[in-house]
């Protein structure tokens, strides 16, 4: 890959361990996949695996996968983190990007952000934002996180 120098990809993801008290941590990853035109999505997916390993349980895996909840590459990362795919519709992307007949409108956006989660740890409420400035909505997430 041109710019990435020998053996090296693009960054795929921020790790945090964040101190619950008491002793007990939650490992969080923040993924930013390429886009799927770059065909790094595969290599990305499998840096996520080696992440996780360090991280340890629960886990979060939360970001842009510029892919869909049902595609290959968001099972892979589920896969390989040991981790499975929060369900529902939500449109993460808006979509308003420009085509021949004009900015598509905010429903025909796409569900292209993901969170996946390690077994335990339970769902509240999921909401979508308005993140000013963004062409992407946020997500914001209650859960119950098992202490151990």
């Known amino acids: 890959m041109p710019g ?6 693009p960054p795929t ?21 390429s886009r799927p035109f770059e065909r790094l999505h595969q290599v990305q997916a499998e840096a996520l695996g080696r992440i996780a390993k360090k991280l340890g349980r629960p886990l979060i895996v939360a970001g842009d996968f510029n892919a869909a909840p049902w595609s290959r ?4 990362a589920a896969e390989v983190t040991g981790t499975d795919v929060l369900g529902g519709h939500r449109v993460t992307w808006k979509g308003r990007y420009q085509t021949p007949l004009g ?3 905010e429903p025909w956006g796409h569900q292209i ?7 335990g740890i339970g769902v509240v409420s999921v909401e979508t934002l308005d993140l000013p400035g963004s062409d992407h909505r946020g997500l914001l997430l209650r859960l119950c996180i098992p202490v151990p």
Do not use: K
């Not at 990435?4 to 990809?9: I, L, S, T």
């Not at 952000?113 to 077994?119: G, K």
């Open 103 to 105: 900015p598509l409108p």
């Open 73 to 76: 590459l968001v099972a892979r």
């Open 13 to 33: 993801a921020a790790p945090a361990i964040a101190d619950l008290g008491n002793g007990a941590t939650l490992g969080l990853i923040g993924a930013h996949f």
């Open 113 to 119: 952000d993901q969170i996946l989660l390690s077994s």
């Open 4 to 9: 990435w120098g020998a053996g090296r990809w």
